[in-house]
């Protein structure tokens, strides 16, 4: 079974903190995408990376994908409570179905 | 967002009954996903499509069926209701391989 284990699980900070959450795997994927999900809603897409090395940022969000296509990061700079979420983590293998292996999610608090 | 809307947004059942779930999206996308999410497993993907009438099988689909007749419609079915299907149902859609975008979910508590 191919498993994206994301890090920390739960994570509760203070407003204006910087963290970064993590998501690794053994299998090498050639797409990770990275969403947001907040209570009562569906996951929102924020990034997608597809070559090794790859970064991408988003305002102050910034994703990396691994040299290797096994792993990635996403850090947040100056957090703000409106950054509170599950976020999750999905690999992709490129197939034709466009199936994705999503990990539990990293869940954020952030206080003011 | 990519136009995907679910029904209902909320369904409380008794075990035994037969449930369905809707989703309908407005991209004209080809591929539609039905996941259940639910605490310490995460999304797991039920049944797929990447075509009308084209479906096929995902991790946990034991309990559940799938139709698609038209483009814009995946109906997920639950024959008869028990208590672990108990959780909440989200749709995808993806244009194209390894990008999904999801609908808001339906939560289902079978009783």
């Known amino acids: 079974t191919q498993l994206l284990e994301q890090s920390p699980q739960f994570l509760s900070i203070q407003e204006g903190e910087n963290l970064t959450v993590y998501c690794n795997s053994s299998s090498v994927f050639s797409s990770l995408q990275w969403y947001r999900q907040e209570p009562g809603e569906g996951p929102v897409l924020l990034v997608t990376v597809v070559t090794g090395g790859e970064v991408k940022k988003l305002k102050r969000l910034t994703f990396q994908f691994g040299d290797a296509r096994k792993d990635s990061s996403l850090h947040i700079t100056a957090a703000q409570p409106g950054d509170t979420g599950l976020y999750l983590c999905?690999?992709?293998?490129?197939?034709?179905?466009?199936?994705?292996?999503f990990g539990k999610g990293t869940k954020l608090s952030v206080k003011p | 967002d990519a136009g995907i809307t679910q029904s209902p947004r909320h369904k409380v059942t008794e075990t035994g009954t037969p449930v369905t779930l809707r989703c309908h999206q407005t991209e004209n996308h080809r591929y539609m996903y039905w996941y259940r999410q639910d605490p310490g497993h995460g999304l797991r993907l039920i049944h797929y499509?990447?075509?009308?009438?084209?479906?096929d099988k995902g991790e946990v689909s034991d309990g559940y069926s799938v139709s698609r007749s038209k483009t814009e419609d995946f109906l997920l079915t639950l024959e008869s209701a028990t208590s672990s299907q108990t959780s909440v149902y989200f749709c995808a859609t993806g244009g194209g391989p390894d990008t999904q975008y999801f609908g808001p979910g339906t939560r289902l508590t079978v009783l």
């Open positions: 999905a690999g992709g293998y490129g197939g034709s179905q466009g199936n994705l292996i």
């Open positions: 499509s990447y075509g009308v009438k084209d479906t």
